[in-house]
């Protein structure tokens, strides 16, 4: 509210907010592409590795609604700030992931395979590595400048 209105052919992301997002999306993608190829690798089936890459996914977007609160101040800072719908959302993806990995209807529907927990630690750490560096590019853009 202490901001000036933004002009009337203005776009919701700045051209360095739309840049960070595409590269966000890129380090996702390599994220979730790199632990399908390490299982690919190691022998696991086509099922098992489909479900790997999208469990990685899930937890990414997870993340990614948490980090991008604000382009600005840390994930911790922004966890206070008072949100409804951030637990309930994260609430229902959990929900979404445990019901894909362990119904065997709804599993089979989707054509995926069941995790045993190890493998679904790697899938949440590679998530964390795909989208929380954020908040390191955040810290140094706090430490050089005022929030936009």
């Not at 051209?15 to 690919?40: N, R, V």
């Not at 991008?68 to 949100?83: D, G, P, Q």
């Not at 069941?114 to 430490?143: D, Y």
């Amino acid at each position: 509210m202490q901001r000036s209105p933004q002009k009337t052919g203005s776009t919701f992301l700045s051209l360095k907010q739309l840049s960070l997002s595409i590269f966000q999306g890129l380090m996702i993608t390599a994220g979730c592409l790199g632990i399908g190829y390490y299982y690919m690798q190691h022998g696991s089936n086509d099922a098992t590795v489909r479900t790997v890459i999208f469990i990685t996914l899930l937890f990414s977007n997870i993340f990614l609604t948490l980090v991008n609160r604000s382009f600005h101040y840390s994930i911790f800072k922004t966890l206070a700030y008072k949100n409804n719908m951030v637990p309930v959302i994260t609430g229902i993806t959990l929900f979404f992931i445990a019901t894909l990995l362990y119904i065997p209807f709804i599993r089979t529907l989707f054509n995926l395979h069941s995790l045993n927990f190890p493998v679904i630690v790697n899938c949440f750490f590679v998530a964390i590595a795909g989208t929380l560096w954020i908040e390191i590019w955040k810290l140094i853009k706090r430490k050089g400048s005022q929030p936009e």
